[in-house]
């Protein structure tokens, strides 16, 4: 499935209906969580240099997750917080969003085969 994050199509390497996948994802997601909250809490950072890590640890993470240059391509003329941000919450809300279309989308195809309409067509 591709993903459209900032005008960038991402394909997304997991099967988020599959638990493996799934967890697979979340680890990915709770892991980019705790970088980017470790840097937040070092203290003796000026603001510049957190927004700078927090920048190259968001692009480390796509480059990872997404393949190699996905980070550059996301953040490409717009390296500041605001798009880190933006970036974050689509990757957190992507679960919420995902799982529930493909569900319904199975579901409907189910019915389509195999609900009361079929032994109609079939008649």
């Given at each position: 499935?591709?993903?459209?994050?900032?005008?960038?199509?991402?394909?997304?390497?997991?099967?988020l209906?599959?638990?493996?996948?799934?967890?697979?994802?979340?680890?990915?997601?709770?892991?980019?969580?705790?970088?980017?909250?470790?840097?937040?809490?070092?203290g003796?950072?000026?603001?510049?240099?957190?927004?700078r890590?927090?920048?190259?640890?968001?692009?480390?993470?796509?480059?990872?997750?997404?393949?190699?240059?996905?980070?550059?391509?996301?953040?490409d003329?717009?390296?500041?917080?605001?798009?880190?941000?933006i970036?974050?919450?689509?990757?957190?809300?992507?679960?919420?969003?995902?799982?529930?279309?493909?569900?319904?989308?199975?579901?409907?195809?189910?019915?389509?085969?195999?609900?009361?309409?079929?032994?109609?067509?079939?008649?």
């Amino acid at each position: 499935m591709t993903i459209d994050v900032l005008g960038v199509g991402l394909e997304l390497p997991y099967d988020l209906t599959a638990a493996d996948d799934a967890e697979k994802w979340e680890q990915d997601l709770s892991s980019l969580n705790q970088t980017l909250q470790e840097i937040e809490e070092r203290g003796n950072l000026l603001q510049s240099q957190v927004i700078r890590e927090q920048i190259a640890a968001m692009k480390k993470w796509l480059d990872g997750v997404f393949g190699p240059g996905s980070g550059a391509k996301v953040f490409d003329g717009r390296e500041n917080l605001k798009t880190a941000h933006i970036v974050l919450k689509l990757m957190t809300i992507l679960h919420a969003v995902y799982v529930p279309k493909l569900l319904n989308d199975a579901w409907n195809d189910a019915m389509k085969r195999y609900g009361p309409a079929r032994a109609q067509r079939k008649a």
